[in-house]
């Protein structure tokens, strides 16, 4: 099990750009894939992001090529460039770390994540 510590995010009109940033703490050797979720308001949480330990990366149908997830080489931070940020973006923005993603369930099957940072919100104006 991992800990992770989110920062960045914070508000910007649309067409404008924000990072998030997620520092993770502990043992990471048995942790494969890591990953962003969102969740605005009286809405389910969606996967937005993952990036295996190899460096693949999978994005949500939603992203449409605006964000990036990246991670450094050693694996403790995990970032998400957004950018082209539209209002339907504005949400809570979390990280996340999984033993293994992507199988038969789905990229972003939640159950697979067993350790999430705290949330940061990310709010887009029109």
């Known amino acids: 099990q991992v800990e992770l510590e989110q920062s960045g995010g914070g508000s910007v009109q649309a067409g404008g750009s924000l990072n998030v940033s997620c520092v993770i703490s502990?043992?990471?050797?048995?942790?494969?894939?890591m990953g962003w979720f969102r969740q605005a308001p009286g809405k389910e949480r969606e996967g937005v992001a993952v990036?295996?330990?190899?460096?693949?990366?999978v994005y949500g149908d939603s992203i449409k090529g605006r964000f990036t997830i990246s991670q450094d080489n050693a694996r403790q931070t995990l970032y998400l460039e957004m950018n082209s940020l539209k209002p339907e973006d504005t949400a809570k923005y979390y990280c996340?770390?999984?033993?293994?993603?992507?199988?038969?369930?789905?990229?972003?099957?939640?159950?697979?994540?067993?350790?999430w940072g705290q949330g940061i919100q990310v709010t887009v104006s029109s």
């Open positions: 996340a770390a999984a033993i293994y993603c992507g199988g038969r369930r789905g990229t972003f099957n939640e159950d697979d994540f067993n350790a």
């Open positions: 990036i295996y330990s190899g460096g693949r990366t």
């Open positions: 502990g043992d990471t050797s048995n942790t494969h894939c």
